[in-house]
């Protein structure tokens, strides 16, 4: 039973987070970064890798 309650939670997780990323190009759709949970906390985003995005 235990093990059947820590695979539900792994798989869980992973249901979660594989729902919440994506990829976001920049205004010149020559560069893009992928986040993980929202575009804004993304590490790419935050250090300005790959400038302004398109909106």
């Given at each position: 039973?235990?093990?059947?309650?820590?695979?539900?939670?792994?798989?869980?997780?992973v249901?979660?987070?594989?729902?919440?990323?994506?990829?976001?190009?920049?205004?010149?759709?020559?560069?893009?970064?992928?986040?993980?949970?929202?575009?804004?906390?993304?590490?790419?985003?935050?250090?300005?890798?790959?400038?302004?995005?398109?909106?």
């Amino acid at each position: 039973m235990n093990k059947l309650v820590k695979f539900s939670m792994a798989a869980a997780v992973v249901a979660f987070l594989s729902g919440c990323t994506g990829s976001v190009y920049n205004k010149e759709k020559n560069c893009d970064y992928d986040y993980l949970l929202h575009p804004a906390i993304s590490v790419s985003k935050m250090i300005g890798g790959c400038g302004p995005v398109a909106k």
